[in-house]
């Protein structure tokens, strides 16, 4: 059985290029960019202290993050400044499909929902289980 589901986000026209917007899955908050000749999706949260990447300045492929400047991959998900390190956010495979961006999620991921804004991640999430 598959344990991931394609969901239907947004029309591409909501998301400006070279920039993000955040979608929330249930109580897990997602970053979703338009590069121009594609999307990419990764965890809202930097890893360092837990900033709102869909707010950073986006820079090739990647992601500053607007409160500390840490600067994240939106392809792999790795820190790349300061210093390099594995692999630290979840990314999520988008593609595009009638003018709509979809993202590949977890079959246990559901609709948008309130976030749950309790609790500011101080080291990498933990990945969503499918």
């Known amino acids: ?31 979703v960019f338009n590069l121009g000749d594609r999307f990419l999706a990764i965890d809202n949260r930097c890893p360092h202290e837990g900033g709102p990447l ?6 090739g492929a990647s992601v500053v993050c607007p409160l500390h400047a840490w600067k ?16 630290c956010l979840r990314t999520y495979p988008a593609r595009v499909e009638d003018g709509v961006v979809l993202l590949e999620v977890p079959r246990s991921v559901s609709r948008p929902a309130a976030p749950d804004c309790s609790t500011t991640a101080t080291s990498c999430p ?5």
């Open 54 to 59: 869909c707010d950073g300045i986006v820079a």
């Open 126 to 130: 933990q990945p969503l289980r499918g």
């Open 72 to 87: 994240i991959s939106l392809e792999t998900g790795a820190v790349e400044r300061p210093g390099a390190a594995a692999p």
């Open 1 to 31: 059985m598959n344990k991931s589901r394609w969901i239907r986000i947004t029309a591409t026209g909501n998301i400006p290029l070279r920039e993000g917007r955040v979608v929330r899955l249930g109580t897990h908050e997602v970053a």
